[in-house]
């Protein structure tokens, strides 16, 4: 039986600087089309390196202590645009162009066709990291709503559509995930909050289309975007969360270390294990492991501790790896404080 207090990250685990360009991946900050430049490996050598540096993210997680772990998302140029670009649907040739949450242009895919998976997309990074760890392991897909938002449509004629769209190529992905071995299943879908009207009128049920008989543990994250993207984060809370009630997913993730969020909020989403941010991603300090722990007792103040989870605020994409893994150390350590308060 799982350890109450259970450690794990949110996706994302800094790639190495020989391996990508990390100023022009600052530039580009979760680009949704492809951008291949940021990649300093030539082609011809890109998936070892890829490989190489994806054995560095798992064993780093490992030594920090954490419980839950991913491939560290290595491969991807964004938390979204491998998946979404690898569809049958979008454009090859054009995009389009959006206002992105920070309310600057930014290109996207355009979809010129009916969205399909005609492919495994992360079936072999969820394979490669379940055969180097014995540690339970979670694999991450943006969530329907998020792609929908971050596309230009020429072909459903609505957005909402347009998300079940994708819901149907993210359910066939999940299903597989599972198939190959994975634990954890999560939908990354910042743009719950950031659009949360339209999220009221469609983003559980495409959620919901996107989890239908998952036959493991699933999980929904939820973020007001990178701390080195976004600096004020709003104590006031997310716009769209405790609707999230009444989604499939077993498992609710939540930044809260940043925001300083006030977690009575957790109260209003009983069935769910919640996934809450301990670290402050935006703060250049490693935190000592005691205020790791406290963050954690606030936490506990609103939820029992078997329905805790604790992670960084976000993915940790955009930090130092010095500074990723210091605080990854921080969070198994302030957890194991308050592990051993509880016994």
Same mark, same amino acid.
């Given at each position: 039986m799982p350890e109450k207090l259970q450690t794990a990250v949110v996706g994302s685990y800094p790639q190495p600087e020989w391996l990508v360009d990390r100023e022009l991946l600052r530039k580009f900050m979760a680009p949704r089309i492809r951008v291949e430049e940021i990649w300093r490996v030539p082609e011809s050598e890109l998936a070892q390196a890829q490989d190489d540096a994806t054995v560095e993210a798992i064993r780093d997680q490992e030594r920090a202590g954490i419980d839950i772990i991913t491939d560290g998302e290595i491969r991807r140029e964004s938390y979204s645009n491998r998946f979404a670009n690898a569809l049958g649907g979008i454009d090859p040739d054009r995009h389009g162009e959006i206002v992105g949450r920070t309310g600057v242009k930014v290109?996207?895919?355009? $979809?010129?066709?009916? !969205?399909?998976?005609?492919?495994?997309?992360?079936?072999?990074?969820?394979?490669?990291?379940?055969?180097?760890?014995?540690?339970?392991? =979670?694999? *991450?897909?943006?969530?329907?709503? *998020?792609?929908?938002?971050?596309?230009?449509?020429?072909?459903?004629? #609505? =957005?909402?559509?347009?998300? +079940?769209? /994708?819901?149907?190529? $993210?359910?066939?992905?999940?299903? %597989?995930? /599972?198939?190959a071995g994975a634990d954890v299943v999560q939908l990354d879908e910042p743009w719950l909050q950031s659009n949360a009207d339209k999220a009221r009128r469609y983003g559980v049920t495409? !959620?919901?289309?996107?989890?239908?008989?998952?036959?493991?543990?699933?999980? $929904?994250?939820?973020? +007001?975007?990178?701390?080195?993207?976004? =600096?004020?984060?709003?104590? #006031?809370?997310? %716009? +769209?969360?405790?609707?999230?009630?009444? #989604?499939?997913?077993?498992? !609710?993730? !939540?930044?809260?270390?940043?925001?300083?969020?006030?977690l009575a909020v957790l109260s209003s989403l009983p069935s769910k294990t919640l996934m809450v941010g301990v670290l402050d991603l935006n703060d250049p300090d490693i935190e000592p492991p005691e205020t790791v722990a406290a963050r954690i007792r606030r936490a506990l103040d609103v939820l029992p501790p078997e329905r805790l989870i604790v992670t960084p605020d976000c993915g940790m994409k955009y930090l130092p790896r010095e500074t990723a893994f210091g605080k990854l150390r921080a969070l198994a350590a302030g957890a194991s404080i308050v592990r051993r308060e509880l016994r």
């Open positions: 290109p996207v895919p355009l $979809v010129s066709g009916p !969205i399909e998976r005609k492919r495994a997309v992360e079936l072999r990074d969820l394979e490669f990291l379940r055969a180097r760890t014995d540690r339970r392991v =979670k694999v *991450t897909l943006p969530g329907p709503f *998020t792609m929908a938002q971050q596309a230009v449509d020429e072909y459903y004629g #609505s =957005k909402e559509s347009l998300a +079940f769209a /994708f819901a149907d190529a $993210v359910n066939e992905e999940v299903h %597989a995930l /599972f198939g495409a !959620i919901n289309r996107a989890l239908a008989d998952a036959p493991g543990t699933t999980a $929904v994250h939820l973020c +007001f975007g990178y701390a080195a993207l976004v =600096k004020d984060k709003p104590a #006031s809370g997310y %716009a +769209f969360l405790t609707e999230l009630e009444d #989604s499939t997913a077993d498992q !609710i993730s !939540i930044e809260a270390a940043q925001p300083a969020l006030g």
